[in-house]
């Protein structure tokens, strides 16, 4: 039972460029959501997805897009990278008010 | 806005010991608690869940309580050993289910 998988674990960019986080479930949760972890900050919600099809906004969602086509997979979309992106990002699952579970993070260093 | 709040922010104890997390939330209205726990350099692991109608969730060593009214929520951990050294989070769900509101965590050493 794999969970929540997120690919890459580490990665580094440069200013301006685009990459996208993998985030994929196998526990057929309709809820998934991206975070950040940030030192003095904490974990702050990026984008959440309700089901395929929906997504919204979090707490702080510039800079970053979302989409959901499948009920397994959301990735996160970074357009154009900036050094305050840099921060470990999580992706978590769980069905409506259920358990969250949590992948093992990406770490991301944007130069 | 909701805000979390966890008390100790670091706490180091011998092995041994029982302890007690604090985690306190500024509006009442959500709908369950989750307790987490991350090792450095890693994910979350889920510990406890605990739904806005329970008043205490149990795991092992480990057991968790909520009280809505006054915004609080416990992590007590009985007899703790070197391998439960690690940050421990509690996060909120908001009523609509779609959001969690994190602390900022408690970090433990449990020294041998």
């Known amino acids: 039972n794999a969970g929540v998988t997120q690919t890459p674990k580490f990665q580094v960019l440069k200013t301006g460029q685009s990459m996208t986080l993998q985030c994929a479930q196998d526990?057929?949760?309709?809820?998934m959501s991206w975070y950040r972890q940030d030192p003095g900050m904490g974990l702050r919600l990026i984008h959440y997805s309700v089901g395929a099809g929906i997504t919204d906004q979090g707490e702080v969602p510039n800079g970053y897009n979302v989409s959901r086509s499948t009920t397994e997979d959301f990735p996160l979309r970074l357009l154009s990278a900036a050094p305050s992106q840099t921060s470990v990002y999580f992706c978590?699952?769980?069905?409506?008010?259920?358990?969250?579970?949590f992948g093992q993070g990406t770490r991301l260093t944007v130069v | 806005k909701q805000e979390v709040t966890q008390i100790p922010a670091a706490l180091s104890v011998p092995e041994g010991e029982n302890l007690v997390l604090n985690c306190s939330f500024t509006d009442s209205a959500i709908y369950n608690l989750q307790w987490f726990r991350q090792d450095p350099g890693k994910g979350l692991t889920s510990l406890l869940l605990?739904?806005?109608?329970?008043r205490e969730q149990t795991s092992g060593r480990l057991n968790a309580s909520l009280d809505k009214s006054s915004g609080r929520s416990t992590l007590y951990i009985a007899a703790s050993q070197p391998g439960d050294s690690a940050t421990y989070l509690c996060?909120?769900?908001?009523?609509?289910?779609?959001?969690?509101?994190f602390g900022g965590g408690t970090r433990l050493m449990v020294k041998p």
């Open positions: 526990m057929n949760h309709e809820y």
């Open positions: 605990i739904q806005s109608s329970q």
């Open positions: 978590a699952s769980s069905f409506r008010r259920g358990e969250a579970f």
């Open positions: 996060a909120v769900y908001n009523n609509a289910g779609n959001m969690l509101t």
